[in-house]
C-alpha cells in the first residue's frame, strides 16, 4: 500500500468561471504584441466567441494573425503551416481558441515556432524542445483536459500515425474556461466530450501504483460526471451543467489523478486513436467503444480493481455487471459502444486489426499482444 | 448549483517520496549558490534530517549560511533576525527544512530579504511585496500544507496577534516531502497533524460557493485521514501511512478544496490561533477543542451543511450524532476536545473570551459575534 514517488508540477493559470476572458487581453499583452490566433473550422465564428476574443485582443493593443482550419483529429500539415505562418511574422504569443484538437495544435506550434525543428520529429520524441512561445488558451469543448497539461496528440496521415508528445514545455501559461462558452457544443460531441473525461479518468485509475486518496478522487470525477452528464445532454444550454462537466474535464487530467501513481495505462486510448485513424471517428465515440471490450478482457486478470472499479461507481463487485453500467450509461448518453453502431460495416474487422497490430497498440501497465488485439476487435464489432 | 469563478494557480513543484531529497542540491543550485538554511530547535538535527539536507548543498558546492531557533509558534523576531542574516550575507536562495512554523517564516524571510520592508507590515497587508529570494522546502511534519500553498502565520507577542499573510510570491519554488522524514514525529504532534489537515478539509467545506466535485475530493481527504490517521498512531514509523497521511496534509491546503469556491470559512482557526497565543496550545489541539463547539454553533443556521458532512463521514444525517462522532475522532487520537483537557483551568473562561473579541475572531463566510464567541468558550471549555 504504498504511494509511488511523483512529481507534482502544473504552472498552468485557470480562469474558470462566466465571463472570465473579460481579462483575456491584458493577460495575452503580458507575453507580447504579435499574437497568433489559432482556432478551427469557424463555429467559433458562428456562435461569437472569435469575435469576443478578437476583440478583447485588439483592445488591447495587440497585433493578431491568424491561422484556421484546424481539423477535429488534428493533422501535422495544419501544424506546419501554421509554424511557417508564425515564424514569417514572428509571434510572441499563441492564443488557441477552441476544444483539443486546436489546443493540442498550438501546443506544437509553439514549440514549433521556438525551436527549428520539424514538428513531426516531437510528436515521434526524436527531438525535445529547448523554448517555446508563450501560449494562452480559451477551451470552446470540455473534453480532453489538454487546456491544463502539457501534452498534446497529432496524426500524420502520411506515416499513418496518431501519436502523442508530453513536455512541460508545452504547458499553457493561462486557460481561460468559460463554461458559456460550451453551450453550443453539439449534443452528440457534449457526449464524446463525457466520455473522453471518463476515459482520462479510468486511464488513472488502471494506471500503475497502489491506491490512495487519489484513487478516491479519480472515481468523484467518474460519479460527479454521471450524475451531471444525463442532465445536460437533456438541457445542452445549462451553464452551471456544462461549468460542472468543464471542471471535471480538466480535473481527470492535469495530473491529479496520477499523483502517487507510475501514470495512466492509456491502452484503450490506443486502441481507440487507430479507429480514429482509420475512420476519422470522434474520439470520445472510439473510448465509448473500446472501454468494454478492454475491461472484459482484463475482467480474469485484474479483478481487483475492476470489481473496486464497480463497488465505487455503481456498488456492486460484479464484473459483468460493473462493465454492462457502463455500457448503459454510454448508451444513455448516446455514445457508441460497438463500432458497427458508429457506422462502420462488421467487415472492417481485418482492417481494423491489422492497422491496431501495425502500431502495437498497448497499454503501459496492461500489455496488449495480438491475440488481446483480436479479442478486443471481435468485442468491439 | 452554479460553480463560482475562480483562478486555479500554483507553481509549486512538488517531490514526493522515499529519497526524494537525493536531487535536494542540484535543485536549489539552479536559484543561487548563496543558501541560508533555516531550521527550528534541533530535532532536526538529532534524526539526522539535517545532515542529509547540508550534505546535498554542500556536494552541490553551496555556501550555506544558517539561522536556526524558529519556535513552533513562530514570531516576528526570529523572522527580523534571519533577514538581517540573510541581507548581510546576500543569500540568493532559501531552504527551509522542518514543518509549519520554520516553512511560514521562510516565506516571509524571502520577500523580507528581497523588499526593504519590516516583515510585520507584510503581515499586517499594509505592504504588498515586489518580489521574493527563492524558497526551497524540506518538510518534517505533516499538518499545515504550507509547502505547496503562499499562506504564512506569524505571531507578533508584542501586538498581541497572530495573523496570517496570502501572496503569489509566497510559493516555494519546490517542495521536497520524503514520508520518512516524518517517522520521528512524537504521537501528540503526529496527531495534531492530523486534526489540522482534517481543519483545513473542513473550513473549505464550509467555505464560499456551491457543492460540485470539489466537495466530495475535499470530504475524500478527510475520510481517507480518519480511515490511515488511527493506524498511523499505532505504528509511528510505518513509511507508508506516513505517506499517506503527508498527501493528505498537502491536498487538503494547495489550493484543490478551493476550486469553484470563494474561499474557507476559517472561523475555526481564528478562534484556535488565540488560544495557541495565549497559551503556545500547539495549533493542532486547538483545533480539535474549537471545532466541535463551531458545528453546535452552526447547526441552527447550516443544517444541509452540516447534515451533508455527516453523510459524507459518518453515514448519518443526525447532526449532534456527527459532531460526537468527529469529537470520538479527536478523542481516539488523543488530541483534545476541550480546554481544560490541555491543561487550561475552567477559570480563564473571561481571559479567553476577552483575547477573542479583542481580535474579533470571525470567519471569512460565517461572521461570529461577541454572542457567538460566549457561546463557543462555553462549549470550548
Do not use: C
Amino acid at each position: 500500500m504504498s504511494i509511488e514517488n511523483f512529481i507534482a508540477y502544473n504552472p498552468v493559470r485557470l480562469h474558470f468561471g462566466k465571463g472570465v476572458t473579460d481579462t483575456l487581453g491584458e493577460t495575452v499583452r503580458q507575453y507580447g504584441k504579435k499574437v497568433l490566433l489559432v482556432y478551427g473550422k469557424g463555429s467559433v465564428k458562428k456562435y461569437g466567441y472569435y469575435d469576443k476574443v478578437l476583440g478583447q485582443l485588439v483592445r488591447a493593443g495587440l497585433s493578431v494573425r491568424e491561422y484556421h482550419g484546424i481539423k477535429p483529429n488534428p493533422v501535422v500539415e495544419d501544424v506546419r503551416k501554421a509554424i511557417a505562418l508564425g515564424k514569417a511574422n514572428k509571434v510572441e504569443v499563441i492564443v488557441a481558441l477552441g476544444g483539443g484538437s486546436v489546443i493540442d495544435s498550438a501546443k506544437i506550434i509553439s514549440i514549433g515556432i521556438a525551436n527549428d525543428v520539424d514538428p513531426w520529429q516531437f510528436m515521434m520524441w526524436q527531438t525535445m524542445p529547448q523554448k517555446a512561445v508563450p501560449l494562452v488558451n480559451v477551451l470552446t469543448l470540455a473534453a480532453t483536459g489538454t487546456e491544463m497539461n502539457a501534452a498534446a496528440v497529432l496524426q500524420n496521415p502520411e506515416t499513418g500515425k496518431k501519436v502523442g508528445f508530453v513536455h512541460p514545455l508545452l504547458f499553457p501559461k493561462d486557460a481561460f474556461l468559460d463554461p458559456s462558452f460550451t453551450t453550443t457544443v453539439p449534443k452528440n460531441y457534449t457526449a464524446y466530450g463525457i466520455v473522453d473525461l471518463i476515459a482520462h479518468a479510468l486511464e488513472a485509475f488502471f494506471g500503475g501504483g497502489e491506491p490512495s486518496v487519489i484513487d478516491r478522487m479519480t472515481l468523484d470525477i467518474i460519479k460527479d460526471t454521471m450524475e451531471w452528464g444525463p442532465k445536460l445532454m437533456n438541457d445542452l444550454q445549462n451553464v452551471n451543467l456544462r461549468a460542472n462537466i468543464m471542471l471535471n474535464a480538466t480535473l481527470a487530467l492535469n495530473g491529479l489523478t496520477s499523483y502517487g501513481k507510475t501514470g495512466g495505462d492509456w491502452g484503450v486510448h490506443a486502441v481507440g486513436h487507430e479507429l480514429s485513424f482509420l475512420y476519422d471517428m470522434p474520439h470520445g465515440a472510439t473510448l465509448s467503444i473500446a472501454y468494454p471490450a478492454w475491461l472484459r478482457l482484463q475482467s480474469e486478470r485484474i479483478p481487483k480493481r475492476i470489481q473496486k472499479l464497480g463497488e465505487g461507481l455503481f456498488g456492486t463487485s460484479d464484473m459483468e455487471q460493473t462493465i454492462e453500467k457502463l455500457e448503459a450509461f454510454f448508451t444513455s448518453i448516446d455514445s457508441p459502444i460497438r463500432i458497427t453502431e458508429a457506422g462502420i460495416d462488421a467487415s472492417k474487422k481485418e482492417d481494423i486489426l491489422q492497422q491496431m497490430n501495425k502500431n502495437q497498440a498497448s497499454g503501459m501497465v496492461h500489455n496488449l499482444n495480438d491475440e488481446d488485439r483480436k479479442q478486443l476487435v471481435t468485442w468491439m464489432m
